[in-house]
Structures are given as structure tokens and as C-alpha cells.
């Protein structure tokens, strides 16, 4: 086990290099993913998200490292296999076949009890709302997304791995497939998911782990993610003859700095901006002012995770 990892550890990728002649994909990627986490992957185009989940999926070898599951290094892929269900970027489903048909040779290579498998697959597919009963190639992408995302939760595996899993879908399935997430790491599953939709790792992930060139370059909690970014505020005070003077709102403007804007209308002054750091301190400030009105927009996570995209040494 690496220094981090511990018994609840469920995966733990160690010191993970794989080269493509001159193109370091991964360099030297180390984290562990604990049971019942769910943890985002997220990275800029050709950041090595897909090399990782290959290399997890033993579909690849790293040229060092290795990927451990459960404290044990891989060795048996296709029992591995049937504690991982895997949801590829790149879905290809035969469009000849019935949904139903695919989904019960995919199943029946999982392993586990035929009865309780049909009865979930038959489940998610009406949480789902697709009908199994039509061919692939009628249907609109995101119901074939759909048949993706049943055969990789139908045998309940104890990993999941999903590749841009809401890719296609709308934001009512979007939602049912973050609570089937959700569910899944109640029931102390683990989930790798890798996206680049920000909010999706915002709403289904305890955890994101940034990729960028190959490289860590952020490891964080979703929330201390959130307590990082910036929110826009706006603060309404009386307009007294005090409240228009700079220093009477120099303590709110400090935290505000450096673009806040001042403006008075029909007796209230109002001071919009952004602002970096703990809420707590914005309230101090504005509650020694003749307060009217106080806006704290949800945190702009957004703008943090693209910013560590930018910058070369972010650190977690
Ligand atoms: N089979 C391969 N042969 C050559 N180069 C490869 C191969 N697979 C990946 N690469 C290169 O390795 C780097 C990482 O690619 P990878 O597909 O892992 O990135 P990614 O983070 O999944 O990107 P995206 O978000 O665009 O899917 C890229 O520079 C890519 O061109």
C-alpha cells in the first residue's frame, strides 16, 4: 500500500507513468480513491483522463506504477471485471440489436444471481424511462447513453467507471443518474467518473481529482473546492451621509477589491462585486453598516477549475 492508502482504501493508483512516443500522457500520477467515494476526474483535452481509466481497466499497462484495487495488485482481469462496471467515453452498441438482448449478454458476463440482475436492469431502465424493446440503431443518442449506463450499474459492481456518463442527457435523467450515484455510494460503492461538466462533478462527487498534462495539478474535496471560489455579493446600505465616504466602507471594499463598484439610487447605496474568501468575514463588514440588503450568489466553481486548468504549479 502507498503511504496514503488504508484498509477502506479501494483503489489506489501508485506513481502511474505511460508514454505515446514523446507524449508523457501520465507522469508519475499517484491517488487513492476510498470505498464508498465518489471521485471526478476532470482535465483540459489530452490532460491523460482516459489513459488513467485504461490503465485502471487493465485495458492498458502504465510503463511504471501500478493501479491497485482493493489493496491488491491486479492481476485476474476478467474477475476484476466483474467487480467493475465501466461506462466508455466512446460507447459502440451493435444498432441491429434490440437494447433488451444487449444488455442480457452484457449482463450475463458479470456473474452474480440472473434473478436479482434482471429485476435491477428492468428497475434502472424505468428510472431511466428507455425502452429496451427498440433497436439501437433507432434510437437518439442519449437513450443509447442510457443502455451504457444500465449494462456498467445493472450487476451492482463494486467500482464503477463512467466515462462522460451524462453525455447526451437531459437534465431530468442527468438528475436521476446522480441519484443512482448517489444510491450507489450509500451502498459503499466506489465511483471513478471522469467529466467535464463542472456541475455534474459539483452535484455527484465528493472529491475531484484535476489532471492537467498528465499531472496532478489539484486534489480536493468538492466542498473546500466550493469555500475556495468566488461569489458574487452585493451589499444595500441606507445611503447616510457616512455611507457615502470610502472609509466608512473601506472594510467591505477591501474584501471586495479589487473591482467593486459603488452606486447610489433612491436612498441606498449599493456595492456589487466578488468576492474570494469566507463569507463570515463579509458579514462582519456589512453588519456594521446600516444594512438593507445582502446577496451571496452560490459559489462560482466554474471559474476556479478553469483557472487551475491555466495555471502551471496549482496546488491543491
Ligand atoms: N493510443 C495512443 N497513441 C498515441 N497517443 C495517445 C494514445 N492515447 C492517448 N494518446 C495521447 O495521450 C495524451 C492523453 O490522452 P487522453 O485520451 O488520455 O486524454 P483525455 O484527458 O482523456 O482527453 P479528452 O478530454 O480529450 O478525452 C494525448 O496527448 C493523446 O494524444
Given amino acids: 500500500m502507498s503511504e496514503g ?6 483503489v489506489e493508483v501508485a506513481d502511474v507513468s505511460k508514454a505515446f512516443g514523446r507524449v508523457h ?24 483522463k482516459t489513459t488513467l481509466l485504461r490503465i485502471l481497466l487493465e485495458v492498458m499497462r502504465p510503463d511504471r506504477g501500478a493501479v491497485r484495487f482493493g489493496g491488491e495488485v491486479r492481476g485476474d482481469g476478467a474477475h476484476l471485471r466483474r467487480q467493475i462496471g465501466y461506462l466508455p467515453g466512446d460507447l459502440r452498441l451493435d444498432p441491429q440489436r434490440r437494447g433488451r438482448a444487449i444488455l442480457h449478454d452484457l449482463d450475463a ?11 435491477r436492469l428492468g428497475a434502472l431502465a424505468d428510472r431511466l424511462e428507455i425502452d429496451l424493446g427498440r433497436r439501437v440503431g433507432d434510437l437518439s443518442k442519449g437513450n443509447r447513453q442510457k443502455i ?18 451524462t453525455s447526451g442527457l437531459d437534465p431530468v435523467v442527468q ?6 450515484v448517489r444510491e450507489a455510494r450509500d451502498r459503499g460503492r466506489t465511483v471513478l467518473l471522469s467529466s467535464h461538466d463542472i456541475s455534474e462533478i459539483e452535484r455527484g462527487a465528493d472529491r475531484v481529482v484535476l489532471l492537467r498534462s498528465g499531472r496532478i495539478a ?23 451621509a457616512d455611507t457615502t465616504r470610502t472609509d466608512t466602507l473601506a472594510p467591505l471594499l477591501a474584501l471586495l477589491a479589487p473591482d467593486a463598484k459603488v452606486s447610489s439610487a433612491d436612498g441606498s447605496t449599493a456595492i456589487d462585486g ?43
Fill in 109 to 119: 458476463l458479470s456473474g452474480g444471481a440472473v434473478a436479482t440482475r434482471a429485476t
Fill in 274 to 316: 466578488v468576492l474570494a474568501g469566507p463569507v463570515a468575514d463579509l458579514v462582519r463588514a456589512a453588519s456594521a453598516l446600516p444594512l438593507v440588503d445582502l446577496v451571496v450568489e452560490e459559489p462560482d466553481l466554474q471559474s476556479v477549475v478553469l483557472g487551475r486548468y491555466a495555471r502551471p504549479e496549482a496546488a491543491s
Fill in 5 to 10: 492508502a488504508t484498509a477502506s482504501t479501494a
Fill in 148 to 165: 451504457g449506463l444500465i449494462q456498467a450499474f445493472a450487476h451492482d459492481p463494486a467500482l464503477l467507471v463512467l466515462d462522460e456518463p
Fill in 175 to 180: 438528475q436521476t443518474f446522480l441519484d443512482v
Fill in 25 to 48: 500522457a501520465l507522469d508519475g500520477v499517484s491517488f487513492d480513491v476510498g470505498a464508498g467515494e465518489v471521485v471526478g476526474l476532470i482535465g483540459p483535452n489530452g490532460a491523460g
Fill in 218 to 240: 489539484a486534489d480536493s474535496s468538492v466542498a473546500a473546492l466550493r469555500d475556495s471560489a468566488p461569489r458574487r455579493v452585493r451589499v444595500v446600505v441606507q445611503e447616510q
